[in-house]
T-cell receptor
Framework: DGGITQSPKYLFRKEGQNVTLSCEQN?????MYWYRQDPGQGLRLIYY???????QKGDIAEGYSVSREKKESFPLTVTSAQKNPTAFYLC???????????????FGPGTRLTVL | GNSVTQMEGPVTLSEEAFLTINCTYT??????LFWYVQYPGEGLQLLLK?????DKGSNKGFEATYRKETTSFHLEKGSVQVSDSAVYFC????????????FGKGTMLLVSP
């Protein structure tokens, strides 16, 4: 089955610790994204990557870091510098075709991070 | 910049009622428009999309028409079911080069038997 997997589903972290959220896709998509979702809010973009070894900051990148060493994987690290990290984190991917005017994003099931 | 505004929820309906969730947007040019649905504890699923003015996206009984003149993309369904209870997100993608998605805040729909 093709899709996007995120692990773990639930994650607990103590204040001051870094934590890494996993995102893997086997859809052969070029682009990958990380979003943060808070209650009553829409999705806010943290980072995105169009190709391997390249990524761009989104609207709320402070306190987060990413890497894109493989096309299939786009892990997100929540650092101790992130002041309010408790949230639901969603990973997405999409195909980028030259000249395409639309690229549907497909989402993983999400990871709920709680800082204790 | 781009922005999306959705009606606030929750929207509470009885089964078989008619549903409308309003969505308006601000963007330059001709963006692509999307509706996503999120069931409790899950990620988002694409419900429908439209890529140009007057296009109608449809899926699972849901419809939305891209109205350029009113910058709107309202979601409708003629007869809702309990299983439609979820949060619905309207989103747009700009068409100027590579562009990421801009989401509305979401509208929760609660359908009672």
């Amino acid at each position: 089955d093709g899709g996007i997997t995120q692990s773990p589903k639930y994650l607990f972290r103590k204040e001051g610790q870094n934590v890494t959220l996993s995102c893997e896709q086997n859809l052969n998509h070029d682009a990958m994204y990380w979003y943060r979702q808070d209650p009553g809010q829409g999705l806010r973009l943290i980072y995105y990557s169009q190709i391997v070894n390249d990524f761009q900051k989104g609207d709320i990148a402070e306190g987060y870091s990413v890497s894109r060493e493989k096309k299939e994987s786009f892990p997100l690290t929540v650092t101790s510098a992130q002041k309010n990290p408790t949230a639901f984190y969603l990973c997405a991917s999409s195909s980028l075709l030259t000249g395409a005017t639309t690229d549907t994003q497909y989402f993983g099931p999400g990871t709920r991070l709680t800082v204790l | 910049g781009n922005s999306v505004t959705q009606m606030e929820g929750p929207v509470t309906l009885s089964e078989e009622a008619f549903l409308t969730i309003n969505c308006t947007y601000t963007a330059t040019g001709y963006p692509s428009l999307f509706w996503y649905v999120q069931y409790p504890g899950e990620g988002l699923q694409l419900l429908l999309k439209a890529t140009k003015a007057d296009d109608k996206g449809s899926n699972k009984g849901f419809e939305a028409t891209y109205r350029k003149e009113t910058t709107s993309f309202h979601l409708e369904k003629g007869s809702v079911q309990v299983s439609d209870s979820a949060v619905y997100f309207c989103a747009l993608r700009g068409n100027s080069g590579y562009s990421t998605l801009t989401f509305g805040k979401g509208t929760m729909l609660l359908v009672s038997p």
